[in-house]
C-alpha cells in the first residue's frame, strides 16, 4: 500500500471507529432514561463492529462494516423518529 493510501486508510479507519462509537453512547444514553429497551444484541453488534474496524487492514473489510454500521444508524434514527428526537446523521468516508 502506498503511503498516500495508507494514511487515506488509517483516516477513515478512525473516523469509522469515531460513528461507530458515537452510536455507542447514544445507545447509552438511551438506555439511561429507559426510552429504548435493548435486549442487548445491537449495543454488542455495535461494540463487535468496533472491534472489527479496530482490526481491519483492508478498505473492503471497512466497506463492510460501513454498511453494517448505516443499518443499524437508521434503525435507531427510525426510533429516534418515533420518539420525536431529532438526530445528526453521521458522515461515513466514501470507500
Do not use: C
Request: negative net charge.
Amino acid at each position: 500500500m502506498k503511503k498516500d493510501e495508507m494514511h487515506k486508510f488509517f483516516d477513515n479507519q478512525q473516523i469509522i471507529v469515531d460513528n461507530l462509537r458515537s452510536i455507542k453512547s447514544n445507545l447509552e444514553e438511551i438506555e439511561k432514561i429507559s426510552l429504548f429497551d435493548s435486549d442487548e444484541s445491537l449495543y454488542n453488534e455495535i461494540v463487535s463492529l468496533i472491534d472489527d474496524a479496530i482490526a481491519s487492514d483492508t478498505t473492503a473489510a471497512l466497506a463492510e462494516i460501513i454498511q453494517k454500521a448505516k443499518v443499524i444508524e437508521r434503525r435507531l434514527e427510525s426510533w429516534y423518529a418515533k420518539e420525536g428526537v431529532e438526530t445528526l446523521e453521521l458522515n461515513w468516508p466514501d470507500i
